[in-house]
């Protein structure tokens, strides 16, 4: 619900939050998955939901996109 990317880092033994500008909506109950590969490899996450404050608004995120971890960059797929 945050926006944020947490991730840890084994050698310092410590959590780390990247700020990432021009990515998804902030949204929980979304599916993601860490794929390995060149440049660091990549993030997939795929849908989720946004709640009001209030809780009496909702909307379903029905999109798809992919953060390129080396570059620090998140993509919209379409």
């Known amino acids: 619900m945050y926006n944020d990317i947490l991730s840890f880092n084994i050698s310092k033994g410590m959590w780390l939050c990247t700020k990432?500008?021009?990515?998804?909506?902030?949204?929980?109950?979304?599916?993601?998955?860490?794929?390995?590969?060149?440049?660091?490899?990549q993030l997939w996450l795929f849908g989720g939901e946004f709640a009001s404050p209030?809780?009496?608004?909702?909307?379903?995120?029905?999109?798809?996109?992919?953060?390129?971890?080396g570059e620090k960059k998140w993509q919209k797929i379409k």
């Not at 990432?20 to 390995?36: D, I, L, T, Y």
């Not at 209030?54 to 971890?69: G, I, R, T």
Request: without cysteine; proline residues 11%.
């Open 20 to 41: 990432v500008p021009g990515g998804p909506a902030p949204r929980s109950g979304h599916q993601m998955v860490a794929v390995p590969g060149s440049k660091g490899g």
């Open 54 to 69: 209030s809780q009496s608004q909702f909307y379903h995120y029905n999109d798809l996109w992919v953060y390129h971890l």
